[in-house]
């Protein structure tokens, strides 16, 4: 069971940046998929990033992130990052980390269902 921690979240103004941690018990590095959602109360949680630990170049992001968020891990800490640029108060949210296993035969992990989740942290973006 992997076992995630997530830090980093915080206040900032539009047009800030802030950078989340999260913290990762264990998983294969080879092919696992790590990341970012984000949930406001009364809406359904969102991705907003994921990665395959073994190819950056999976790197997928949510079109109202795309250009502004960065997803990167480091395997050798065993932590996952999220770069969050050019904030807008609509980024204001629960950030969640998430890990799983990629499906079967693929390195994909731009998908809705994940497996294992941290507490969340809080991101508020004020105008």
């Known amino acids: 069971q992997v076992q995630l921690v997530e830090s980093g979240g915080g206040s900032a103004q539009a047009g800030g940046s802030l950078r989340l941690s999260c913290a990762a018990s264990?998983?294969?590095?080879?092919?696992?998929?790590l990341a970012w959602f984000r949930q406001v109360p009364g809406k359904a949680r969102e991705r907003v990033a994921s990665v395959n630990t073994a190819y950056a170049v999976t790197a997928n992001y949510a079109g109202s992130v795309k250009g502004r968020f960065l997803i990167s891990v480091d395997n050798a800490k065993s932590t996952l990052y999220l770069e969050m640029n050019d904030l807008k108060p609509e980024d204001s949210a629960t950030y969640y980390c998430?890990?799983?296993?990629?499906?079967?035969?693929?390195?994909?992990?731009?998908?809705?269902?994940?497996?294992?989740w941290g507490q969340g942290t809080q991101v508020t973006v004020s105008s």
């Open positions: 998430a890990a799983r296993l990629p499906p079967e035969h693929t390195w994909q992990c731009n998908l809705a269902s994940y497996t294992y």
């Open positions: 264990e998983y294969d590095s080879r092919n696992y998929c």
